[in-house]
């Protein structure tokens, strides 16, 4: 079973930018698809996923972050960043990562358990 540990998260004004990080343990990183999602704060509301990578390179993101954020990999170190630059105060959530498999054309679903994720906060 992979597990995966999410970090960087923090306070940053609007505009700002932060940088994510999802270590995960297990030799099936390197070959896996892997996926950001978030989960906004108040109503318990469904995770979006943000961002997908897969083991070849391909990206995918959600029409709400395309151009502001990045996703990348370093299977050597067995971990995926998710770079978030302009941010916007609707961007406030707890990050997530996860294992992904494609479903259909753009559509991801989560295959592992899900970690603490790590809490981002942009104040206007």
């Known amino acids: 079973q992979v597990q995966l540990v999410e970090s960087g998260g923090g306070l940053v004004q609007a505009g700002g930018s932060l940088r994510l990080s999802c270590a995960a343990s297990?030799?099936?990183?390197?070959?896996?698809?892997m996926g950001w999602y978030r989960q906004a704060p108040g109503k318990q509301r469904e995770r979006e996923l943000v961002?997908?990578?897969?083991?070849?390179?391909?990206?995918n993101y959600a029409n709400s972050v395309k151009g502001r954020f990045t996703v990348s990999r370093d299977n050597d170190k067995n971990t995926v960043y998710l770079q978030m630059n302009s941010l916007k105060p609707e961007d406030t959530s707890v990050y997530y990562c996860?294992?992904?498999?494609?479903?259909?054309?753009?559509?991801?679903?989560?295959?592992?358990?899900w970690g603490q994720g790590t809490q981002v906060t942009v104040s206007s």
């Open positions: 996860n294992l992904v498999a494609r479903v259909g054309l753009g559509s991801f679903v989560a295959l592992g358990s």
């Open positions: 297990g030799s099936i990183f390197s070959i896996n698809a």
């Open positions: 961002a997908a990578l897969t083991s070849s390179g391909s990206t």
